[in-house]
């Protein structure tokens, strides 16, 4: 019976099940087709178990090691979030890094929105200071701002409260994780962590920032403070990683958001060195790793050379043209403009498709937004988006 029915959305199965117990009002756990064969989805739980592929033979994880897929897989930064009313009335009641610290709730969002897209990965739901408040750091995140910290790290002496993260500090994580796979399948899990830059600017600016003349002002000003600094961030986010992928997480995204904003001299001199660290020290684990920045354009070849199998790409530079300013041997994440998804379906169509035409001259593609999806975001059009590439992706071109 299972032979008769869509080869290509074998490892959707599982998925479409799990969305629907729990599915919310309006999400699109439907029943019906697979959009790229046309053929009847397998719908019964009990026997999906049995035609799990394993997790490595996910799109997902295939793509990552450049291997070849039957389609484009797909997933979206913050697909976990504001965009999503079951996300807003499950939290609620709960501040942010709470929610955070709250495997059980965790579990929860994670899963959301795999039950309304048909997206090829899960990314655990946490946030990039998790790791910072687990050592002990004074850090909170205020809602409509962002993570803001008690006492700024800005001399020698404020170092000193930066210790490295053992296992024991994050047993929430550990706990979610485990809970996590054990729902997820064959659908890998995506653990993550912020980058040197990106973290070391929130500590540094004790919040968010546009220009970020504190942090470079430390950097440019006292190189020694920096890299001290940036050496603490980087064992502190080893350890993090390191106990997400021990509780089982598939793959790793490293997210220097914000190290767009030096330039490539500076980066490859003052972050470079930090990175390349974290992610040799993954190495041993065997999953694949993601490296991703924003308005990274001329730094992309240098973040591949940090060490990672998959380099993620903003909106700003096409997928060719990336393919170009990063060293042979790497796959590509991205990276459509989040914006677009607010316009008409008939221009996300059109943007999606160029895409993933453009992400078709890379080794192997993943198909993501550029950045993270935006809160306005109409979780409808996500749910298009990720049917539209596994079916634009599976067609031959030509
Ligand atoms: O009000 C709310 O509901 C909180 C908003 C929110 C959410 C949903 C924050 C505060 N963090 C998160 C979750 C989160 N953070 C995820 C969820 C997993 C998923 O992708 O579904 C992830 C991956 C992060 C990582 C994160 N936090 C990054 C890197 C990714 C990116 O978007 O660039 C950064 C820079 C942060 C800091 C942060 N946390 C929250 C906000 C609003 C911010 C950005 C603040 C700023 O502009 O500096």
Known sequence: MLTRLCPV????????????????????????????????????????????????????????????????????????????????????????????????????????????????????FSDIVVPLRAVGVGVDIKAGVGPVIEHPVRSQRDLQRLRPLEPGDVPFISQAVSALVAELGSTPLIGFAGGPFTLASYLIEGGPSKSFDT?????????????????????????????????????????DSWAGTICPDDYRQAVLPHSRRIFAALAGTGVPRIHF??????????????????????????????????????????????AVLLAPWDVVEQRARDVVARGRTAEAHIFNLGHGVLPSTDPGQLARLADLVHSESARVPG
């Open 9 to 124: 959305s074998a490892d959707l199965r599982r998925r479409v099940t799990g969305r629907l117990r729990n599915a919310p009002d309006g999400c699109r756990a439907r029943p019906g087709h697979c959009p790229v064969t046309g053929r009847p989805r397998q719908l019964r739980c009990e026997k999906i178990r049995n035609v799990n592929p394993p997790t490595g033979e996910s799109p997902f994880l295939r793509a990552c090691r450049r291997q070849p897929v039957p389609y484009t897989p797909v997933w979206f930064m913050r697909q976990a979030g504001r965009s999503l009313p079951e996300y807003r009335a499950a939290r609620a009641s709960m501040g942010m890094l709470q929610a955070c610290f709250t495997p059980d709730l965790v579990t929860e969002l994670t899963l959301q929105p795999l039950r309304r897209y048909h997206v090829d990965a899960a990314i655990l």
């Open 215 to 255: 942090t470079k002002s430390l950097m440019y000003g006292n190189p020694a403070l920096w890299h001290a600094l940036l050496s603490r961030l980087a064992d502190i986010t080893i350890g993090f990683l390191r106990a997400q992928v021990a509780a089982g997480a598939a793959a790793i995204q490293l997210f």
């Open 293 to 338: 920045g924003v308005g990274t354009g001329e730094l992309l070849g240098l973040m591949g050379e940090a060490g990672a199998e998959v380099v993620g790409v903003d909106w700003r530079v096409p997928l060719d043209e990336a393919v170009r300013r990063v060293e042979p041997g790497k796959a590509l994440q991205g990276n459509l403009d989040p």
